[in-house]
Antibody, heavy 122, light 108 residues
Framework: QVQLVQSGAEVKKPGASVKVSCKAS????????ISWVRQAPGQGLEWMGW????????NYAQKLQGRVTMTTDTSTSTAYMELRSLRSDDTAVYYC???????????????WGQGTMVTVSS | DIQMTQSPSSLSASVGDRVTITCQAS??????LNWYQQKPGKAPKLLIY???NLETGVPSRFSGSGSGTDFTFTISSLQPEDIATYYC??????????FGQGTKLEIK
């Protein structure tokens, strides 16, 4: 079945970097985009950016420009999100989600990963 | 940046009630609006895309309407399994996305 499976929980110190993976299965990876969304404890959803698995084009939230990099490995159908210079307010659950722009022309996130908890603490 | 104002922030209703949540954009976004349901400890789930299109497999008691700046999400007859937080999401042509603040729905 169509699914996104994310890497496990991470604990990082302030100033460090984290790289979260998102492995896709059950569909043609390069026909879709992958978006990343995070949710701080008890808070709402925050869009971080997206990457086209077709051509690698990216679009990042202005707030995270310069600290975030999204990449894909089409040979393993895996997307990655790296966040650098971590601060305590980056503590959140990080989700990847499929973006169905090319197949259905739907600019919504129709399949989600299970989430990865990233804790930033000294 | 486009701001989204979602209301109410929380809502208590009885099983069988009609429930309505609104989302207002700070400028005209045409029909570029989606709705998601998030249950505690779970990833969000897409319910409605492009303001009024029901995602495949989503029960027909869920619906969405609106265009321009004012949008409405409706549950026609509340079921116990609908207890969740609901988010609107707007997008532009790049696309970039913004979520509303969320509406926590509880059973009375």
């Amino acid at each position: 079945q169509v699914q996104l499976v994310q890497s496990g929980a991470e604990v990082k110190k302030p100033g460090a970097s984290v790289k979260v993976s998102c492995k896709a299965s059950g569909y043609t990876f390069t026909s879709y985009g992958i978006s990343w969304v995070r949710q701080a404890p008890g808070q709402g959803l925050e869009w971080m950016g997206w990457i086209s698995a077709y051509n690698g084009n990216t679009n990042y939230a202005q707030k995270l420009q310069g600290r975030v990099t999204m990449t894909t490995d089409t040979s393993t159908s895996t997307a990655y999100m790296e966040l650098r210079s971590l601060r305590s307010d980056d503590t959140a659950v990080y989700y990847c989600a499929r973006l169905d722009m090319m197949v259905r022309g739907v600019y919504a996130f129709d399949i989600w990963g299970q989430g990865t908890m990233v804790t930033v603490s000294s | 940046d486009i701001q989204m104002t979602q209301s109410p922030s929380s809502l208590s209703a009885s099983v069988g009630d009609r429930v309505t949540i609104t989302c207002q954009a700070s400028q005209d976004i045409s029909n570029y609006l989606n709705w998601y349901q998030q249950k505690p400890g779970k990833a969000p789930k897409l319910l409605i895309y492009d303001a009024s299109n029901l995602e495949t497999g989503v029960p027909s008691r869920f619906s969405g309407s609106g265009s321009g700046t004012d949008f409405t999400f409706t549950i026609s007859s509340l079921q116990p399994e609908d207890i969740a937080t609901y988010y609107c999401q707007q997008y532009d042509n790049l696309p970039r996305y913004t979520f509303g603040q969320g509406t926590k729905l509880e059973i009375k």
